[in-house]
């Protein structure tokens, strides 16, 4: 832990950036605790909830609660571009002169925000919230996820453990993120990888409000492979390496068969020449396979698409179209309509 200066109190404004994805359960619930707890803390706010591409009523409700709330912002996305994106288009928008990553299932603690302020007010500039512990999650997750954490602080060369995307930025983070030109972006590596002041706040994880999480574990198996890459280098050393010394043991080999072959001992049999084959061929498609898979990686950031698509509301959208008090009727059409959704 860095010590750091003081910030000026007065009037500063927070941005919170609320990625969602088909999370109509909890819309109201998480909104309500998030403008309750942004309101406790005294400073002006806005709410940018960016609703990725979601299919079901996420969005409707989302334009509903900004349509009363001016302080809360919508941004949607053409479809789902994942939490990432979802996640850097918040950051796009959010002017506040500090800005707060948090989920919409309530799993990073709101009621931890007035901490987080402390923090950033007492001069840090990044707030990283920490899990405690891990929600409940099968024990090969938890296997995997601290695989990944560590290879990962060994090529962003920062502590990944209980890392998470619960996050207060200072503007100056913010804007140096915002600056950079990726488009297969890993928020926590980023915000790592930028320096600044950072310092650890411990977080119990929750269970979810309600709702699924969207993550397959296949996704996530993708997911994480790809930010090692983006982060290091190693495993493309590692194919030089295993060719190097593949090349110094054949040597060796040559030699000593060359020695056997003219002091007249017989060759030894097919076993060894067929388990040679597999090796060498086993390390070489491994070996192409990394570089594809790099290959891959820049072939996508070269195209430089955006890394999301942006749509506005038409106007009918943002009309409310229910009558304030529906009747018993409607309500039973719109719960049907609600299941037969999901
Ligand atoms: N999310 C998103 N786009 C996606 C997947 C998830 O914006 O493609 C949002 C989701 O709505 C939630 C947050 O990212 O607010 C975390 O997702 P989830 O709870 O499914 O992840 P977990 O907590 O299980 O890691
Ligand atoms: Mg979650």
Redesign the pocket.
Known sequence: MMTAQPRNHAEKSLSAI??????QELVELSLQVLVDQLQATGHPFEIIC?D?GSSDGTLGQLYRRADSDKRIRVVALSR????EA?MAAGLEVADGDAVLFL???L?HPPELIPQMLELWQSGYDIVNGVKEQRAREPFVYRIFANLFNRLMAGAADSDFRGAS?FKLLDRQVADVLRQLPETRRFFRGLVAWSGFRSVRLPYAVKE?AAG????SSLGLLRYSIRNLLAFSEMPLRAVATAGFCTLIFSALLAAWQLYRFVTGWTLSGFTTVILLQLFLGGLLLTGVGIVAVYLAEMYGEVKQRPLYVIRRPRESELVQHEPTEPSAVSNQLSAGNQKSES
């Not at 789902?80 to 939490?83: A, L, M, P, V």
């Open positions: 609320v990625p969602l994805f088909n999370e960016v990725d789902n571009f994942g939490k979802a989920d919409a299932d799993q995307d979810r699924k999480t969207k993550w």
